[in-house]
């Protein structure tokens, strides 16, 4: 028997969830990314991450 809470929930809301923190991870890391070409004043490697940030934070639905 397996042993810890059981899941609340299944499905469509948990794969909702869990795409949202996917997005968000991938937020953090091209935000990582940005500042770091950035840094190494990599102009057009960041603007290509500013506007993939872009895409990704207009596609979330309540941040605007």
Known sequence: ???GPLPLHQGRVSLRLT???L???EL??????LEEALRGENYELAARY????RALEGSGGSHG
């Open 1 to 3: 028997p397996a042993k």
């Open 19 to 21: 795409s949202l923190r």
């Open 23 to 25: 997005r968000e991870r």
């Open 28 to 33: 953090v890391r091209l935000k990582e990314e």
């Open 50 to 53: 500013r506007d993939q940030i």
